[in-house]
């Protein structure tokens, strides 16, 4: 509103400075048009020797005349003040501005072969007209000024208040309150706002919703293994024999080995929350990336009975996350240990066809049902009658990373006529333009030619 009025004001200010000088420079256009006339005049009618005193039509504005002949002779003179003489332009033809001791003075020399004849008028005189006519024109735009203010006060006072009524509805709001803003009567421009701001707090209250959920769930899932932790401690504690004893320790470190990855899971699954910043993508070789993890799991696969295998031959790029694609390759080569019967395989195809890198993590164990597939996403969702161990989170760190990764992921069989099916979860992501040749150099140098198999 200051602003406005602020604006206003100097515009205003502005209008009547150029509205006085419009006035003054007309007066004088006017006056020097008298000038001439009566310098005009006076020249051709010589009988006004006698009247020694010039006046216009106008009432208050006195022409001041000065005549002279052809030999320089004064021989008319009516009010026309003493004029230097050491101004040289008195005596040239056309109009100039004079000091003399009565002021400054507008002066018209028209010169003929008969003499010359000068008119003069004070500035001072034109001055006060312009004054005199500018001032009705003024006052009226002075007196609008304060009028247009408390206008413009008013309306946007008037305007500019379901702008401070949504300002107090949004302040009212909490993580306790997050229902919708009013939208009955908000004006047409700020609608958009107060939409956005009631999708914003839909978004927030799913997001509060979800970390709830999240948070029974984790609470619910850590009770059993804590429990049973603390269950094999005690009886660890009043074993009688070293074999009792000795079972029971290797109880207690199964226990402790299933909360350490539950907990790191609840931390993956934490870190890929959507609030969660992301960090810089770099290019990774994804055949790369699942070698070393199939790798780190030869072990386990050794321990369950299952060929476990990679058959990722050729570098295969994409933008990523190094750890988080490694965390994505251990979730589906874990999982697909946990439920492959002894005496199968597991095996981690990396390829890439055209502008899509492909994984696919393949076991023999017993597939999913189609009715359960879109279900083993959610977090800590687990099939009716499972007793594989597990706390149902790796397939949603899977999915939560693929999607970060701008990528897809499925479920399929292996092959419908066997029994049991098999599983295989295939995940595609787009794969860089070009592939880095200084970087693929170096893993060759560094790692030698990749292997078809981790057991090899």
């Known amino acids: 509103m200051w602003w406005l009025v602020g604006g ?3 515009g205003s200010l502005a209008v009547l400075a150029g509205t006085y000088l419009l006035t003054r420079h007309q007066v004088g256009r006017m006056f020097d048009d008298e000038l001439r006339q009566v310098a005009l005049a006076v020249h051709v009618r010589e009988d006004w020797m006698q009247t020694q005193r010039v006046r216009i039509a106008r009432p208050g504005f006195e022409l001041a005349v000065r005549a002279y002949d052809a030999k320089g002779r004064l021989f008319f003179e009516t009010l026309l003040p ?18 003399t001791a009565e002021g400054r003075w507008r002066l018209y020399t028209h010169v003929t072969p008969e003499g010359i004849v000068q008119v003069g008028q004070p500035l001072a005189a034109r001055d006060a007209l312009a004054r005199e006519l500018s001032v009705p024109v003024l006052m009226p735009m002075l007196l609008l000024i304060p009028l247009l203010a408390a206008l413009i006060g008013w309306a946007l006072s008037r305007g500019l208040a379901p702008l401070g009524e949504a300002s107090r509805s949004v302040s009212d709001r909490d993580v306790s309150r997050l229902d919708p803003l009013p939208t009955h009567g908000v004006p047409r421009e700020l609608a958009p706002l107060i939409q956005q701001i009631n999708a914003l707090l839909g978004r927030l209250a799913a997001s509060l919703d979800a970390q709830r959920r999240f948070l029974a769930d984790a609470a619910h899932e850590l009770r059993s293994p804590v429990s049973a932790i603390a269950l094999q401690a005690q009886l660890a504690q009043r074993a009688q024999t070293p074999a009792a004893r000795a079972a029971a320790l290797e109880e207690l470190r199964q226990g402790s080995e299933r909360v350490r990855r539950l907990v790191q899971q609840l931390l993956d699954f934490a870190r890929l929350e959507p609030g969660v910043p992301l960090g810089p993508f770099l290019p990774v070789d994804l055949a790369r990336v699942a070698r070393e993890v199939v790798g780190q799991h030869a072990a386990h696969a050794d321990e369950a009975g299952v060929d476990l295998g990679a058959e990722a031959p050729a570098p295969a790029f994409v933008s990523g996350i190094e750890a988080e694609l490694q965390s994505l390759v251990a979730n589906l080569v874990d999982n697909a240990l946990r439920y492959a019967p002894p005496g199968t395989a597991v095996t981690a195809f990396v390829s890439q066809v055209d502008e899509r890198v492909s994984l696919c993590v393949v076991d023999g164990g017993p597939g999913i049902p189609a009715a359960e597939r879109s279900r083993v996403f959610e977090r800590f969702h687990r099939l009716p009658g499972d007793e594989t161990p597990g706390s149902g989170l790796g397939l949603s760190i899977a999915k939560a990373i693929v999607e970060r990764h701008r990528g897809a992921i499925m479920l399929e069989d292996t092959n419908a006529e066997l029994d049991p099916p098999g599983l295989a979860v295939r995940v595609t992501l787009p794969a860089l333009p070009l592939r880095p ?20």
């Open 82 to 99: 003493t004029l230097p003489a050491d101004a040289p332009q008195i005596f040239q033809e056309g109009l100039t501005n004079i000091d």
């Open 8 to 10: 206003l004001a100097v």
């Open 437 to 456: 040749p200084a970087y693929v150099a170096e893993r060759a140098r560094t790692e030698g030619p990749p292997l078809a198999r981790a057991d090899a």
